[in-house]
């Protein structure tokens, strides 16, 4: 059977269909130049970052924005064990890192995470054996799916707990 330019075309939209049915990852269809592999948030007002390609490098720039829509999360285990990663740089659309996002990430040196992050999943960082500095926003509300003790009535508490 003799491929046609329209059968291509049919085979991507159908793909492209498919898996924004099923909530599949999407950059995985191909069409998609972009190493990042992502799905639609619960709310389908942005995306989440799945995870990247494993011939990505030691360095990723996870973009701002995916088919003209934010990206506002990190998914569950979206990196963990890429022991070569070395340098992360978080869009400043980011709200929220799952669980076990960066777990064993043992190259990851230091992080600066965005100041619209609101939410860390549990053990997002956990095994980073290298990481030497995780600088966290003020802003994060939950650490560990439990309040964040950086909020200003924990602190308080802490430093009135303890004789300085």
Known sequence: MKRTKAMG?????LCGLTAAALGLTLAACGGEKSPYTFKKNGGG???????????????????????????????????RGRTELKN?????????????????????????????????????????????????PEKVDMINNRKSPIQDDYIEKYLAEKEL
Request: aromatic content about 6%.
């Open 88 to 136: 992360i740089t978080l869009p400043s659309s980011l709200k929220s890192i799952g669980s076990c996002a960066f777990e064993g990430c043992v190259s990851l040196e230091a992080l600066t995470l965005p100041g619209s992050l609101e939410d860390i999943g549990d053990s997002a960082f956990a095994n980073c054996s290298s990481l030497r500095e995780l600088v966290i």
């Open 9 to 13: 075309i049919g085979r991507r939209l």
């Open 45 to 79: 007002t942005g995306y989440v970052c799945t995870g990247a390609a494993e011939n990505a490098g030691d360095t990723l720039y996870i973009p701002g924005t995916y088919r003209e829509k934010p990206v506002t999360e990190i998914g569950n285990n979206a990196f």
